[in-house]
């Protein structure tokens, strides 16, 4: 998958860029019920909120196949190689469960604000892409950016370790409202399967999931290999300590693993 | 403004209609800047949420010229008068700020509950008209709804006087979730000057306002004349007691109002 000169020029302009229907269903459903088997893990990677609904859980490529497959999949890997201009290695991989009526608001920030503060990655030479598990709309807790806030560097920040079960570098309410009035804000929200990339350097939030279903997203965060993290401060199923270039899998590799399941489904029964 | 037979049968199938532009820009202008100077008021009837913003200007329609004209507008009294199939009083007006970052979730409910049981309304033959002053998105708690629900009467509730500062007869998840089940979860989001009517008993429910702007709604609760409350619990600016039938206006009142205010404005610069 190779994004065009003028996706490349709003990525750019914007701040991110919205991708309906990269994976098929049969591909998100396959990922959807793996998510199901992760949460249910008694691991330390496996994050709760404060009600005990899963939150995240981290590193989940590493004890997982599909979500292996997931982090080296070619549909993800490749436009942020051509984004980011070289080859990447991860540095942060969760899958975001926004629980149904529990599921708890993220305040607005920057995750390269946490990256550069926390691990000492040099430069915001990293960004997100994201995988929506399940559709997302208005009702259960969408991504909220503000456009082009990414062009204005890395903002000041307070850690919050009130609001949620998670710490982070929030941003205050005067420098949301500058920004926003410059640039407004945006929800992109649509069908699963559905891929959202966006610069660690934009600013963005997501109010709570008050619908009766769950809501989950896979982040994978990728960073230029020359710019990989100095400081070791943070779990390293937090953020990673392995910067050896990805070398994306085929383009079948979710696909040919869901069919697999598929027919041993099939002997089973 | 009369609705067509597709959008009575659509009305009555899901329980709302969402009308995007029915006021114009001078008109909604108008509107916000009459509800600014309204929550500045030292009135009871202004709520305001925990936090100190405005919430509500309960029964507006009777201390501001502007709100008092939109309460007895054509194009929002006429298409209740046609579904209710008759004449109509004004039983509640609401002034619904979502105050920017502090505008606090509405849980799950139905408006006839209340009504019902803080009223005794003795049917549903009641419903709510809104407009929107400002543009609403998933970023500032649009009005979340599940489609058919209102053809399943009024649920079991309970008493909500702890999430929010407004005390509200709540549904509990599971009637939620088997509703949701049914008919899905919608929010209707559009442009300031659009009109959205639902079924009082329509299972709906709104998320915070996370966003850097307010975004009021203006809400009329129409009822039936031969339908009125029969108990007089309430503080009668909350649920009125004048149930004469509305006598609609003529379609310019409010845009002759603005045009007033324009040459006064003139007048005086």
């Known amino acids: 998958m190779k994004l065009s000169p003028a ?78 201009d070289g080859p990447v290695y991860l540095h942060q991989y969760k899958v975001n469960a926004k629980a149904a009526f529990d599921g708890e608001v993220w305040q607005w920030h920057q995750d390269y604000g946490t990256w550069a503060r926390d691990d000492e990655m040099p430069e915001p030479r990293a960004m997100n892409i994201s995988v929506f598990l399940d559709e997302v709309t208005a009702a259960n807790g969408p991504l909220i950016f503000i456009p082009r806030s990414h062009k204005q560097g890395v903002q000041a920040a307070g850690h919050d370790l009130e609001t949620t079960s998670y710490p982070l570098w929030t941003l205050d309410r005067e420098t949301v409202t500058r920004l926003a009035e410059a640039g407004g804000v945006v929800a992109p929200t649509g069908p699963a399967g559905s891929v959202l990339m966006f610069h660690c350097n934009l600013v963005h939030a997501s109010p709570p999931n008050i619908s009766p279903w769950g809501r989950t997203i896979v982040y994978l965060s990728l960073c230029h290999v020359d710019n990989h993290i100095r400081r070791f401060q943070r779990p390293e199923w937090v953020a990673h300590r392995d910067f050896t270039p990805i070398e994306p899998l085929a383009d079948d590799c979710l696909s040919a693993l869901a069919a697999a399941q598929e027919s041993r489904g099939k002997e089973a029964s």
Do not use: K, N
């Not at 199901?36 to 009600?51: N, Q, T």
């Not at 590493?62 to 490749?78: A, D, I, K, T, W």
């Open 7 to 84: 996706q490349l020029e709003e990525f750019d302009r914007e701040g991110y860029l919205f991708l309906p229907g990269v994976f098929s269903e049969e591909e998100t459903a396959l990922l959807r019920r793996e998510a199901a088997r992760v949460y249910g893990l008694d691991r330390e990677e496996v994050w709760r909120e404060s009600s005990g609904v899963p939150r995240t859980a981290f590193a989940a490529q590493s004890y997982s196949e599909p979500f292996r497959c997931l982090g080296l999949h070619p549909r993800l890997v490749e436009p942020v190689m051509q984004i980011l």
